[in-house]
């Protein structure tokens, strides 16, 4: 039997939410480091980084598993026209 890890067993609009997330997270906190009126504390970086990163997550998988679900009901009507054309050719 093979043994997968996490990164494999997820799906694609998964693993693009989770690199944006990442993204998103990092992101926020390069901009609480750089901001001199943000306190430099660890609630200032968690919150920050868990909003930024779960909204930056949700939107972009949101978005990914839209495309997926588009490219697939494509495939499967292009697919049925041909079954249904395919016949009438002869």
Known sequence: MERRN????????????VVFAAIGMILTIIGVIRDPSTPDTVWAFGVGALISGATWGLVSWAI?????????????KAAEDHDSHGDHGA
């Open 64 to 76: 990914a598993t839209a495309a997926v679900e588009v490219e697939r009901d494509l495939a499967r």
């Open 6 to 17: 996490l990164w494999q067993r997820m799906s694609g609009p998964l693993k693009v939410g």
